[in-house]
């Protein structure tokens, strides 16, 4: 009896170490050939709307580095808003901002990947020398994760020309700002000393121009938690990626 019940104590424990390592796995990613690489998705407007969780809707981008490649370093506004999609939106169309913050988004893409109508995802791998830093922006990246929900030293806005496409010519309060204190998810790369292939913070345009990087950029097909061919993700929302 005594060796039946070690027996399956030592089978509980390995179940268990055999989640943690399932779990630390997560999502099925390219590997960081460089020091940090940049990964992103456009949102899918077609078969979702404003009541979505998490970014199915919008898109997001984040930053990944080579010592911890399932860590997805992303940049949202830190608000009770980010649970609320349609009032969040609309308030940044106004061109208001919010205090910054810096989280661990993996979860975010991962979500991405579950969607039943496929999604892209674009991978670039940052040349190491055209990070400003040599870490390419890590230490800074730990620090702003630490000072979230402090004095914000970055804010979160559109870019000042969504509120003038969307709002017919509303102003922002990030026009004097922009790229030095004020940035999104797509231009917050460029905050800690990396290069980014659009400044303008204009998510469809800035992925199609990711892809036109060097030969390290690259996408994956993903549809309901799968990685698939490319076929699978041709799609009216996906388009412009494809071609390219």
Excluded at 53 to 65: C, E
């Amino acid at each position: 009896k005594i060796l039946n019940q070690l027996t399956m104590a030592k089978t509980f424990i390995l179940l268990l170490l055999l989640c943690q390592v399932k779990r630390s796995l997560g999502l099925e990613l390219p590997p960081v050939i460089s020091r940090a690489q940049l990964v992103g998705f456009t949102g899918d407007q077609l078969n979702y709307d404003e009541s979505a969780q998490h970014f199915r809707w919008t898109g997001h981008v984040g930053l990944r580095y080579h010592q911890e490649p399932q860590t997805i370093y992303g940049f949202t506004p830190d608000t009770p808003l980010l649970h609320d999609t349609h009032a969040l939106v609309n308030t940044l169309l106004e061109g208001e901002r919010f205090a910054g913050r810096v989280a661990d988004d993996a979860a975010e893409f991962e979500d991405a990947t579950h969607s039943a109508f496929g999604q892209i995802l674009v991978f670039w791998d940052i040349p190491n020398d055209r990070c400003l830093q040599e870490d390419c922006g890590r230490n800074q990246v730990l620090k702003d994760l630490q000072s979230t929900g402090r004095e914000p030293s970055k804010l979160y806005a559109f870019p000042p020309e969504a509120p003038r496409l969307f709002r017919d010519g509303q102003s922002s309060s990030c026009d004097h700002l922009w790229g030095q204190s004020c940035f999104n998810c797509v231009t917050y790369p460029q905050s800690v000393g990396l290069p980014i292939p659009d400044v303008s913070g204009m998510l469809p345009q800035y992925l199609v121009k990711l892809l036109q990087q060097e030969a390290t950029a690259r996408c994956r097909c993903y549809q309901s938690g799968r990685w698939l061919h490319s076929l699978k993700c041709e799609a009216t929302w996906n388009k412009a990626l494809m071609d390219s």
